[in-house]
């Protein structure tokens, strides 16, 4: 009964390469999230979807895309990857928008190499 | 820019002894203060939080101080564990984007020894 789930967790590609990252969460939330951890740890914000609808894209390379299927299903898609876009990338979901409800909560994260 | 900034990188205590990690922010339009907790390999995990209309915020060993005039708030974890030894995050975020975006500072690395 994984709240947000991520797959895969680890991903090595080589540069130039087309990859995807799926995020499903089952908390009924409104809204989504997709954030980077670099190698310093240091958590950004990348995108926030709710209902579907992409709220904040915060200055990522277009090859970075993210889908949403649906309100439970949140997946990133990368292309032309290259190497500075190594790192963990982590799902998160909220219940709503506004002052009414801040949490959120992440996934277990998806570990991407690129060689 | 960063928009939250947080001290020390890494923290090394005793078993019993108090931890104690600050952040300090700019921007006067956020208005929920979380803290994450992160094991390593895991996401992070809500621990604790605090809006502005409150100066301290106790959950069990874990309290968020904040001083607003100051725009600093720092978390105490007393007693500290070894079980506790994880990367701490303080985050800011504000409903003015609707997406409650978090912002997070730089993470503290906290130790516990036995």
């Known amino acids: 009964d994984t709240a947000v789930s991520q797959t895969p967790k680890y991903l090595v590609t080589q540069m130039g390469n087309d990859k995807s990252i799926k995020c499903e969460q089952n908390l009924g939330h409104d809204t989504m999230y997709w954030y980077k951890q670099d190698s310093k740890k240091f958590l950004k914000i990348m995108f926030s979807?709710?209902?579907?609808?992409?709220?904040i894209n915060e200055t990522v390379p277009n090859r970075f895309s993210p889908k949403s299927p649906d309100k439970a299903h949140l997946n990133l898609h990368i292309n032309s990857l290259e190497l500075g876009d190594s790192a963990v990338y982590f799902c998160?979901?909220?219940?709503?928008?506004?002052?009414?409800?801040?949490?959120?909560?992440f996934g277990p994260g998806t570990r991407l190499t690129v060689t | 820019q960063q928009q939250v900034k947080q001290s020390p990188q890494s923290l090394i205590v005793q078993k019993g002894g108090i931890s104690i990690i600050n952040c300090a922010y700019e921007?006067?339009?956020?208005?929920?203060f979380p803290w994450y907790q992160q094991f390593p390999g895991k996401g992070p995990a809500l621990l604790i939080a605090?809006?502005?209309?409150?100066s301290e915020k106790k959950e069990g060993r874990f309290t968020i101080s904040f001083n607003k005039s100051a725009k600093q708030f720092s978390l105490h974890i007393m007693d500290s564990q070894p079980g506790d030894s994880a990367t701490y995050f303080c985050?800011?975020?504000?409903?003015?984007?609707?997406?409650?975006?978090?912002?997070f500072g730089t993470g503290t690395r906290l130790t516990v020894i036995p």
């Open positions: 985050a800011a975020t504000d409903d003015q984007t609707g997406a409650n975006n978090l912002f």
């Open positions: 921007n006067t339009a956020f208005d929920y």
């Open positions: 979807y709710n209902n579907k609808e992409l709220i």
């Open positions: 998160a979901s909220s219940p709503k928008i506004g002052r009414a409800s801040y949490e959120q909560y």
């Open positions: 605090i809006r502005p209309d409150v």
